[in-house]
């Protein structure tokens, strides 16, 4: 199983300010099945990338995927309000099973 | 429209079993597989299981196995989660979801059931 451990756990950050968000995996994991989510309280997760670096459809450019390998990057350039949320990396591999990170909440400083 | 409504949640004893559904409308549901992914309370989230476009395969995380069985009927469109010998570890919201994001119509995203709450006391 692939273990995926996130960082930080929380980061306080003001709007405009830019968000990092970074994921370690315990073995490598193909690009092509890392992807992030975003969950807000109350609602089921949200899609931001996948296949590493590829934007969901209609989610905003501020929000970009890098990284290869066993280190993965969610960054958010210029929070804007409605960004504050928890934040998840998942890979999908092929054949499962599939894991989640344990997230990064991103919170109004 | 995507749609995927989920029903069958509730309370339940500990060792007590309850069935999940999750019927799908608007896409071509026999085309992807599926999986159900919970969350505990005030947790993070988790992979339970998944199930291949046919039903041919299926994978579980190792703490529902044996308890859990994952299934589908394309047929009628519908993704189920039977779960017996119930914990209070189980105890958690459940979403079903497509395993991966799935292109239909130009839009490329994946596409989750609203949840449904499974608790399991005394």
């Known amino acids: 199983e692939i273990v995926l451990t996130q960082s930080p756990g929380t980061l306080s950050l003001s709007p405009g300010e830019r968000a990092t968000l970074s994921c370690r995996a315990s073995?490598?994991?193909?690009?092509?099945?890392l992807a992030w989510y975003q969950q807000k309280p109350g609602q089921a997760p949200r899609l931001l990338i996948y296949g590493a670096s590829s934007r969901a459809t209609d989610i905003p450019d501020r929000f970009s995927g890098s990284g290869s390998g066993t280190d993965f990057t969610l960054t958010i350039n210029r929070v804007e309000p409605e960004d504050f949320a928890v934040y998840y990396c998942h890979q999908y591999s092929s054949p499962p099973p599939l894991t989640f990170g344990g997230g990064t909440k991103v919170e109004i400083k | 429209e995507v749609q995927l409504v989920q029903s069958g949640g509730g309370l339940v004893q500990p060792g007590g079993s309850l069935r999940l559904s999750c019927a799908a409308s608007g896409f071509t549901f026999s085309n992807y597989w599926m999986s159900w992914v919970r969350q505990a309370p005030g947790k993070g989230l988790e992979w339970v299981a998944s199930?291949?476009?046919?039903?041919?395969?299926?994978y579980y995380v190792d703490s529902v196995k044996g308890r859990f069985i994952i299934s589908r009927d394309n047929v009628k469109n519908s993704l189920y989660l039977q779960m017996n010998s119930l914990r209070g570890e189980d105890t958690a919201i459940y979403y079903c979801a497509t395993s991966t994001a799935i292109l239909l119509r130009g839009v490329i995203r994946d596409y989750w059931g609203q949840g449904t709450l499974v608790t399991v006391s005394t």
């Open positions: 199930i291949k476009e046919d039903g041919s395969e299926k």
């Open positions: 073995q490598s994991v193909s690009t092509t099945y």
